[in-house]
């Protein structure tokens, strides 16, 4: 599995066609991007999402800007248990398994430590207030 990058329309079209199953294509850049037939598509930061009124849209986000498809709206998520759940991540003895890619020395790419044996802390947790930003972050799967 690889990520492929593109900036273009022709380059995404290229990229489509020429991508091995479990290659995730990623668009950047300002470009208006069009994918259509069987697809799955992730909207981050600014990106605006338009879709045909039969296509299912997951909002992640309040800020999220969509217009077409059928809404599908994220049930508000306040627990550790629920986001286990949503996620479908086994609990076992009060326990959860999750990942976070880190580097050698077991901190992230922004400098937090994730070290092997310890129960890491945020410093600037803020009770869940913010939908993001603050606190650990972590992957129900390791892909």
């Known amino acids: 599995m690889k990520e492929i990058y593109v900036n273009t329309q022709a380059e ?8 091995v199953e479990g290659d995730v294509v990623i668009c950047r850049g ?16 600014s990106s605006q999402v338009t879709a045909t009124k039969f296509v299912a849209i997951t909002i992640h986000s309040k800020s999220a800007k969509i ?3 059928v809404k599908i709206k994220l049930p508000a998520i306040k627990t550790a248990k629920q986001w286990c759940e949503f996620y479908g991540v086994a609990v076992k003895a009060g326990v959860a398994i999750l990942f976070k ?7 992230s790419s922004k400098g937090f430590l994730y070290q092997p044996g310890t129960a890491p802390e945020a410093p600037d947790w803020d009770e869940g207030k913010a939908e993001c930003g603050g ?8 892909k």
Do not use: E, M, N
């Not at 890619?101 to 901190?107: L, N, Q």
């Open 67 to 69: 217009s077409g498809g």
């Open 30 to 45: 300002t470009a208006l991007f069009q994918i259509r037939d069987s697809s799955q598509v992730t909207a981050c930061d």
């Open 12 to 19: 995404l079209d290229k990229a489509l066609k020429d991508r």
């Open 135 to 142: 606190g650990l972050h972590f992957s129900p799967s390791g």
């Open 101 to 107: 890619a880190v580097r050698g020395d077991y901190k």
